[in-house]
């Protein structure tokens, strides 16, 4: 397999049906090849098809044209190797945070021992730092452990992808950065693909190797690629100063609000 085009979107479209026969043309001609172990973000203003995009990638929608490979095998539907967290972590109210990683573990690995089992949940706890929580529910947890548990559900599956559709959103700044770094360090240990939706232009920079920024809808594509050569692991602090950060920042900026500004979000 060559590990430039891990997952490859070819010469996709996305149109939806609208009631009385008319329809509309989200997203057209998306051409993209993700490396393995690679970060990316996905940026665009509201509406530009990032969802829509990350649901193909998911299995939970179908393009109307062109295919996604991943890992030479077309996708046509949801699977175990892509993993989803959503910006409203969807975790079950009435399971313990313990209980709701089990869940997912044992639904896709359900082979292994009471002993493995518990090793795998409790070391996913763990690696999000919620050891001390395992045994409360969501209810009794704040939005940012709620989306830590999120994302350790969705990382003890061992996905190959991870996709995240604004994964910190909902949350303050403080927060917010807080779960970045946690991203940062997680995925620099597990090394799998990841796929992020943002609307945050630091985000996008501070977490990813390329950004993909996209045009306006309707008929939306990508309308530049950014890399970001910045080592890691990377600092939130230092890099502001830094001329490679700078110079992202600016690009990005450019491209939203110069060369594709939308004035309705
Ligand atoms: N099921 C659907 N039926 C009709 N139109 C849809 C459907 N889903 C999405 N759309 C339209 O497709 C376009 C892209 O939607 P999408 O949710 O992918 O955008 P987005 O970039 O993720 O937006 P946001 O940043 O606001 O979340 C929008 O104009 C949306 O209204």
Redesign the pocket.
Known sequence: MNNDKFLQLSNID?T???PAGKE?K??VDVNLNIRKNEIISII????????????MIAGLDAQTKGNIILNNKEITGPGPERAVVFQNHSLLPWLSVYQNIEMAVKKVMPNLTSPELKERVLHFVSMVNLDHAKDKFPGEISGGMKQRVGIARALSIKPEVLLM??PFGALDSLTRANLQEHLMRIQQSVQNTVII?T?DIDEAVLLSDRVIM?TN??E?TIGEILEVNLPRPRDRVALQSDPEYIRCREAILDFLYKKFAKHDD
Request: aromatic letters at 8%; charged letters at 15%; proline letters at 4%.
């Open positions: 996305k939806f049906a609208l509309y989200a997203v665009g203003h509201s509406g530009c098809g990032k969802s829509t995009l990350l649901n559709d604004e939706i609307h996209m809808g309707p939306a």
